[in-house]
């Protein structure tokens, strides 16, 4: 298995937030990139190194329009995806099993465990012979 660094992009309607979770992922080995909104992720899933993860506010500003989230799963590098959102935020019917969900409940230990789950799937993909 290769030691493949993962890239992460962590957004959050927050400034707080996104310092707090980007200082956690760097802490833990990730590279760790924030975004203040929907434009900055897609800036980021189409830069020359996309990400290997992204990690989505729902209420972060542009995350609520069909057209963001049609851009993210149509990517050819699409990642895999977090949203990070409060119980009574409402998933997107067409999003129902193709992403995971971490509620804000202010458990830094299961969206770590998320993220690890989720690259590790991805590990497997990438690496498997």
Same mark, same amino acid.
């Given at each position: ?32 990139? %924030? ?5 900055? &992720?897609?800036? /980021? ?5 996309? +990400? @290997?993860? #992204? ?19 149509? %990517? ?5 995806? &977090?949203?990070? /959102? ?5 998933? +997107? @019917?067409? #999003? ?19 993220? %690890?789950?989720?690259?590790s799937q991805k590990s ?6």
């Open positions: 298995m290769s030691d493949k660094v993962f890239r992460i992009v962590v957004s959050d309607r927050s400034s707080n937030v996104r310092k707090f979770l980007r200082r956690e992922f760097l802490s833990q080995g990730y590279q760790v990139s %924030s975004a203040k909104d929907a434009e900055q &992720i897609l800036l /980021a899933l189409a830069s020359p190194a996309p +990400p @290997d993860l #992204l990690l989505i506010d729902m209420q972060l500003s542009g995350c609520d329009t069909s057209d963001f989230w049609e851009q993210i799963m149509q %990517s050819p590098t699409a990642p895999f995806i &977090i949203v990070h /959102a409060f119980s009574q935020d409402i998933l +997107p @019917d067409r #999003l129902q099993g193709k992403v995971a969900r971490v509620n804000k409940t202010g458990d830094l230990e299961s969206l770590a465990r998320a993220v %690890s789950w989720c690259l497997r993909l990438i690496f498997s012979s």
